[in-house]
């Protein structure tokens, strides 16, 4: 008997955060057996690079990501040393996710430089790649460039030779400067969860085609481009719990808005004017108002909405095509079962 077919659009396990490093394997080893293509690992309350060893470790299958681990608070050589470590104990199954952060974060948490984001992310990704070759053949590492140098490995800092090679790199990004990067240099895009279907098509993937271009890349279609996004979901069964699940993502979709690096996102929209009162309500930490500015339209936009045979049919109505992978992108209480019910929907739909 053949295998099953793979689904055209793979769901991954993400999250804002992990309850704890203790819970990893468990929740790894839950998602795999659940049937999710992935699980991802953020970089919010521990370390992404331990949380993914550990979920290599309890898992056998499931590809493990890291979504995403923040490059700049790092350097090439000490990312490329964790990647290889993830990607040699989960046998191949590693995708190396890089996000930038903004720059409050690098130079005020991190202590850490911050100049020109998409050019020093251009660099950095290929002082990884540079380094992990240097690895692979033997050869000097000679990588000298505007923001990264590295031209000392010897042979008892050299890791053996990985059998499963350099993982994927998947880069994170929103504006166009970033997303040029990631179609030039990385592998895959990571799409934030303040992205709609419009800014997707008019937006990110012109700029993914554009760094393709410039790096003499083959155009392919626009599944070759290796999207993927946590995508918001209002899920419940009757109006009360959708109108709990719409009042939390409003809060999100607010949240983001008030970021000024966000405001082409409600541009491509026409709701630029929106961006301007939300950050000016965040100075004066009036969160619970700012909610109030996001209308019905914008959530339906940034939103899935129904019960879980209707967001299994929209999320592939509204994605396919256009994403490869997506997660579920839920900032309220929700019943761990309503997770695994919708992935079972999605696997109905989705299965060629």
Known sequence: MSAPAEPVLLVDQGSDGLPGLDLVEGLAAAAEEQGYAGFQ???????PFIAAALAARATN???IATGIAVAFAR??????????????????????????????HIEKRFSMPWSRPAARMREFIRATRAIWSAWE?????????????????????TPPKNPWGAPPIALAGVGPLMTEVAGEVADAFLAHGFTTRKYLEEVTIPALQRGRATAGRPAGSVLDLGISMPAFVVIGDDQAALDAAAAGVRKRIAFYGSTPAYLPVLEVHGWGGVQEKLYAASKRGQWDEMAGLITDEMVEAFAVIGDAPTV???LVSRYRGVLSRLSFYAPYEVDPQTWVTLLAELHRVTRP
Do not use: K, W
């Not at 690992?41 to 370390?47: G, I, Y």
């Not at 050589?77 to 409050?104: E, Y």
């Open 137 to 157: 053949t033997g050869e000097r590492l000679q990588f000298r460039g505007e923001f990264y140098t590295h031209t000392l490995m010897t042979p008892f800092f």
């Open 312 to 314: 299994a049919r929209e």
């Open 61 to 63: 299958d499931i590809q």
């Open 75 to 104: 350097t090439p050589m000490t990312v490329a040393m964790s990647a290889n470590d993830v990607q040699q104990l989960s046998r191949g199954r590693f995708t190396l996710g890089l996000g930038s952060q903004i720059q409050a």
């Open 41 to 47: 690992v953020p970089e919010t309350n521990c370390d």
